[in-house]
């Protein structure tokens, strides 16, 4: 499916989500945000998708945030413009994060402001060695969004959030994967090749079992110990009775490689 500014096509229970708006170095408007929410939902709704990976067009840009010339309206207009944007920026990201299927971002330049957001939002990232992350935010005089301001400072933790926030500092592709805001950094020639390699084996795997991981990390923090530890006894017994886990048990019985099919 060819959308109009974001492209979405299931290759093999693989989903690639490729922002295209190069032009303006897949910056997000309103009507992106639109896409990309329908996308997600699209997503989130379809078994065959075990897998997802989100990425930009060209090579110099993952997404270069919100679009700003969206935001150049009377202030009697912005308030509403932005509430609008945000709720379907916001309602892309909770499906992505509730969904099965992993979503892994694959950074291929830039990811500032909202891109930065985005990708800190996915469950996995690789990254080019050319890639670049910077908040950007308060250069404009705004505060973040797209759930920046909960996955960031999970990720990297409170301190260094708040340097990016405050400071706009530009983040290496090296650097990022020091402070641990991507998982892998490779060669930007390489980086398609490794994160289809990445997905295919994703794929593969016992999908269900993947949406109960991220459950239990999106709630880890959220609740007592002994109240995360009763989630995760549901969750076990849920993925045992499964057909995944009935086929996992059986063949390291057998000491055979499993044949997830995701259900």
């Known amino acids: 499916m060819t959308g109009r500014y974001i492209d979405y096509e299931l290759r093999d229970s693989v989903a690639w989500i490729t922002l295209n708006r190069p032009d303006q170095f897949n910056a997000l408007h309103l009507e992106a945000m639109r896409e990309l929410f329908e996308i997600a939902n699209r997503c989130s709704s379809d078994p065959a998708v075990r897998v997802a990976v989100l990425t930009g067009a060209g090579d110099k840009a993952?997404?270069?945030?919100?679009?700003?010339?969206?935001?150049?309206?009377a202030p009697a207009e912005i308030a509403g413009r932005l509430k609008e944007m945000t709720a379907y920026f916001h309602m892309a990201i909770s499906r992505f994060a509730w969904m099965n299927a992993p979503l892994i971002a694959m950074v291929n330049g830039v990811a500032a402001g909202a891109g930065l957001s985005l990708m800190a939002a996915c469950d996995l990232a690789v990254a080019g060695d050319n890639a670049r992350f910077t908040s950007a935010y308060t250069r404009l005089g705004f505060t973040p969004d797209g759930s920046s301001?909960?996955?960031?400072?999970?990720?990297?933790?409170?301190?260094?959030?708040?340097?990016?926030?405050?400071?706009?500092?530009?983040?290496?592709?090296?650097?990022?994967?020091?402070?641990?805001?991507?998982?892998?950094?490779?060669?930007?020639?390489?980086?398609?090749?490794?994160?289809?390699?990445?997905?295919?084996?994703?794929?593969?795997?016992?999908?269900?079992?993947?949406?109960?991981?991220?459950?239990?990390?999106?709630?880890?923090?959220?609740?007592?110990?002994e109240s995360q530890m009763?989630?995760?006894?549901?969750?076990?017994?849920?993925?045992?009775?499964?057909?995944?886990?009935?086929e996992g048990v059986r063949a390291f019985l057998d000491r055979r490689k499993p044949a997830f099919t995701g259900a």
């Open 62 to 73: 993952f997404c270069a945030g919100g679009d700003v010339a969206d935001f150049d309206v």
């Open 149 to 225: 301001s909960y996955f960031l400072s999970r990720l990297i933790g409170t301190r260094r959030a708040a340097e990016l926030y405050i400071t706009n500092r530009t983040l290496t592709a090296d650097e990022a994967l020091d402070w641990g805001l991507v998982n892998r950094v490779v060669p930007a020639a390489d980086l398609a090749g490794e994160t289809a390699a990445l997905a295919a084996g994703i794929a593969d795997g016992p999908t269900r079992a993947f949406g109960g991981v991220k459950k239990l990390l999106l709630m880890a923090t959220q609740d007592s110990l």
């Open 230 to 246: 009763e989630r995760e006894t549901r969750q076990i017994v849920e993925m045992a009775q499964s057909a995944d886990g009935l």
